[in-house]
């Protein structure tokens, strides 16, 4: 450890890493940006990272360093040297703009990193700021490519054309000169794959579930919270116990059952069962929320003349705004993206879900565009919703969880 505590040996350490992981990151956003070949080069990374590390603790004039260090990597471009390497046909503009970010996403984030570090021996929290900041820059590019590429990769083949899909199935480019007809896709699903009536079931039923959740649970969580009964705390406890058992496991008799009962291929069936998987989660979050709330205030409202009813309607809901959504938006969400059910008891194309719609289009006579589409029409409602109303769902998961 006090070999790593020397500021040159830190500053070398993080640079060779940084440069790889930055080097690394150029090339797969580039190869998808443009469908050339690009992958980092191991031993130009080192060299540069370490270069570029030590010189920021040497030099803290940030513009010079970055001069020097992009001049360098541009003076080792067609070297093996290089920090990037390139297939065959690549064009120069494309290996400058590789060189180019390298550069810049390399020298710019390490002088943050090493903004504390000097060549001498560092302390204890120079050399934990240093390592720190360099997890934190690993951890949101990873992070970012992690939840980024897939829906990129979702997008940008839902954009192709059949041919271009069949010339080269790797090649995430779009051709912008094909104008409305990039979204051709997306016509053709709503056209002849009836994707609006999809998106209508899942949505009511979505919805319908929120509200069937809500009616059960809000009752059965303030009674868990506030009521004092026999067996209350066992109650308590088990809420959860049936996320211990695999939907898959459940999946033969309940199909049995419905299809016994004439539930099988029918929206009531699937609004029967969906709150069975939401019920238990839903109450589980609003027990302790309500126990977070001051029962003073329900007390003074039963001392009112309220009935617990109308406490629980006028007072103890109102101020569980937060929380109800929250809870209303997660169900939304498992309503919304649930498919094993949705598989298992729908055969009736006009009575599809999105995400059934959606399963129908993995097929070798379907185009795969089509698939990506789908899967895009999707997941765009679900996302913009949660974007939209993230606030009220961080604030719903943490309230309460000091008392509750």
Not at 191 to 201: D, E, M, P, V
Not at 221 to 247: C, D, E, H, Q, T
Not at 357 to 374: D, F
Request: proline share 5%.
């Amino acid at each position: 450890m006090s070999i790593l505590r020397q500021g040159i040996v830190t500053a070398a350490i993080i640079g060779l890493f940084w440069a790889f992981v930055i080097a690394t990151t150029v090339c797969v956003g580039l190869s998808f940006a443009s469908g050339f070949g690009f992958r980092p080069g191991i031993l130009g990374c080192a060299t540069l990272g370490v270069a570029g590390g030590l010189a920021l603790i040497y030099v803290r004039d940030l513009r010079l360093v970055m001069g020097g260090f992009g001049a360098a990597a541009l003076a080792l471009l067609f070297t093996p040297l290089s920090p990037v390497l390139f297939a065959d046909g690549v064009p120069l503009l494309w290996q400058g703009v590789a060189v180019a970010l390298f550069a810049l996403f390399t020298i710019w984030p390490l002088a943050r990193m090493l903004v504390e570090a000097h060549p001498g021996p560092l302390n204890r929290h120079a050399f934990e700021d240093a390592v720190i900041r360099f997890l934190t820059g690993f951890g949101y590019i990873g992070f970012t490519a992690v939840v980024l590429i897939p829906f990129y990769v979702m997008v940008m083949t839902s954009l192709k054309s059949q041919q271009a899909l069949l010339r080269n199935p790797l090649d995430f480019s779009i051709d912008l000169g094909r104008g409305l007809d990039l979204f051709r896709s997306y016509f053709e699903l709503f056209a002849q794959f009836n994707f609006g009536s999809y998106l209508w079931t899942s949505f009511y039923v979505s919805v319908l579930t929120v509200f069937i959740t809500l009616l059960f649970s809000v009752p059965g969580a303030y009674a868990v919270a506030r009521l004092r009964f026999k067996g209350r705390a066992a109650f308590s406890r088990s809420i959860l116990l049936i996320y211990m058992v695999p939907m898959i496991v459940l999946a033969l008799p309940i199909y049995i059952a419905f299809s016994m009962t004439g539930l099988r291929n029918t929206i009531p069936g699937l609004l029967m069962i969906y709150p069975v998987t939401t019920i238990p989660v839903a109450l589980y979050m609003l027990q302790g929320y309500f126990r977070g709330l001051p029962g003073e205030v329900e007390e003074a409202g039963l001392m009112d003349g309220l009935s617990r009813i109308q406490v629980i309607l006028k007072i103890t809901l109102p101020l569980s705004l937060p929380a109800m959504v929250s809870v209303s938006l997660y169900v939304f969400m498992i309503a919304w993206n649930e498919f094993l059910l949705a598989f298992m008891l729908l055969d009736d194309p006009s009575k599809f879900t999105l995400t059934r719609g959606v399963a129908m289009l993995n097929s070798s006579e379907i185009p795969r565009q089509h698939l990506m589409a789908g899967a895009v029409i999707a997941t765009l409602p679900i996302m913009a919703l949660f974007l939209g109303l993230e606030r009220f769902m961080t604030k719903g998961l943490t309230a309460g969880s000091v008392k509750g």
